[in-house]
């Protein structure tokens, strides 16, 4: 079963505007981290949130988490065409020695 | 090497067919969890290894698949008499020991069951 939720499922933009992708999940965590995926490759990780955090930026990423509201956002700044992958985030439950738990992911179109 | 790699990087198999997927995480990483990838899909928990040890297997779609890491390095993962609903993505990851879980993946094996 997969726990967080990404919304919109696929998103088309222009190169040089914001994205902005959603993530909502159940049960009570300790981190949130958001991957990337290219086509026909393997997830990589671009961040990491902890529960106590409310906010925070890597390069062009801004990420926040409403833990009230159990959701996070990631916002992607003056978007490249590189930046044309699927975007996932995972969870790690605040439940012991449990394995990440992947969104269905929102699929990032920028077109030059 | 420098990441996590995963042979075959495709492998077509024949309904009933027995097939063996490889993982070589990146050395000194103490954790490595399989995932299973549909098409337009995220990634499912499929089983986790801490050295040796399978720590959670709750993942295992049936008692037809099966994964090992006898030596706390290399792992494999074997599914037995394929069926079509098997076809997917394998993902290998691993992550070093002690602080938070992030996850280092290789690029896959792409499965189809014909």
């Known amino acids: 079963s997969q726990q967080g939720e990404e919304d919109p499922q696929a998103l088309s933009i222009q190169e040089g505007e914001n994205a902005t992708m959603n993530c909502s999940y159940k049960?009570?965590?300790?981190?949130l981290q958001w991957y990337r995926q290219n086509s026909g490759r393997g997830l990589v990780h671009l961040i990491l949130?902890?529960?106590?955090?409310r906010e925070k930026h890597s390069g062009r990423l801004r990420v926040t988490l409403d833990t009230s509201k159990k959701s996070s956002s990631l916002l992607i700044t003056a978007s490249r065409a590189a930046d044309t992958a699927s975007y996932f985030c995972a969870t790690d439950r605040n439940s012991g020695n449990t394995p990440l738990v992947f969104g269905k992911g929102t699929r990032l179109s920028v077109i030059a | 090497g420098a990441g996590v790699s995963q042979s075959p990087r495709y492998k077509v198999a024949k309904r009933g067919q027995d097939v063996a997927l490889r993982c070589d995480p990146i050395?000194?990483?103490?954790?490595l969890f399989w995932y299973q990838q549909a098409l337009g899909q995220g990634p499912e928990f499929l089983t986790y290894?801490?050295?040796?040890?399978?720590?959670?297997k709750s993942g295992l779609p049936s008692d037809r698949f099966f994964a090992e890491r006898p030596e706390g390095s290399v792992s494999t993962l074997k599914i037995q008499r394929t069926q079509q609903e098997d076809s997917a993505v394998y993902l290998c990851a691993s992550s070093p020991t002690g602080g938070e879980l992030k996850l280092f993946f290789g690029s896959g094996t792409q499965l189809s069951v014909l």
């Open positions: 290894f801490q050295n040796e040890a399978q720590l959670d």
């Open positions: 049960t009570s965590i300790n981190n």
């Open positions: 050395s000194g990483h103490v954790s």
């Open positions: 949130i902890r529960s106590n955090e």
